[in-house]
């Protein structure tokens, strides 16, 4: 004949705390090191086929080159030479105008006597941002002076960073006229060096 045993509240608790103490155990010591035991499998496993003359990548397809090219062409093509620089002052006035600021003065500044000279790299003081040694600073600022409201220099200066060239805020002064705003913009076009 077999008996049972009472369950008491003490050997329920001491049942409980034993299925805690080994769950915790399992997760705490063994499953941490399954997962290191699998990452150096794998390590291994990647070791072993780079060793055997494997690629580890699959080859670039003939597609995708081509649309690397694809990319790569229309990125320069954003960049501007010095020679373009008029054609950038006239895309930054229709934008402006396109967001509706009310255009007072445009005007390309401080290009020497030769515009097609060679740029050279920016001043680390010309750009509050790190450029690539690659890129370099056209010679020449726009200057933007225009009249809006707030939503529009905010749309102007969103829009500025998605055009068809690259240019770069170099500074933005803002202040309150007859009830509007009233900003000068300095804009500076980059250009790829290679």
């Known amino acids: ?32 090191q399954r997962r290191a035991i699998a990452q150096l499998e794998r390590q291994l496993k990647a070791a072993e086929r780079s060793s055997a003359g494997v690629a580890s990548e699959p080859p670039i397809s ?3 080159r081509a649309a690397w090219v694809r990319v790569d062409t229309d990125v320069r093509q954003r960049f501007v030479t010095p020679e373009d620089q008029h054609r950038t002052l006239v895309e930054v006035g229709q934008l402006a105008r396109a967001t509706g600021m009310n255009v ?10 030769n515009p097609a ?11 509050p941002f790190p450029m690539s040694p690659k890129l370099a600073v056209n010679p020449g600022v726009i200057r933007l002076v225009a009249r809006h ?28 006229v007859e009830g509007y705003l009233e900003s000068e913009i300095k804009l500076v076009s980059l250009r790829w060096t290679e």
Do not use: W
């Open 1 to 32: 004949m077999i008996e049972k045993l009472p369950v008491t509240p003490a050997a329920a608790i001491a049942v409980a705390l034993v299925c805690v103490i080994a769950i915790g155990g399992y997760f705490g010591l063994v499953a941490p």
């Open 149 to 176: 409201r707030y939503p529009d220099l905010i749309d102007f200066l969103d829009r500025v960073g998605h055009g068809n060239t690259y240019v770069a805020v170099q500074s933005l002064d803002t202040r309150r």
């Open 104 to 113: 007072r003065e445009l005007l390309l500044q401080n290009v020497g006597a």
């Open 117 to 127: 000279a060679p740029a050279t790299t920016a001043p680390a003081m010309t750009l």
């Open 62 to 64: 003939d597609a995708e």
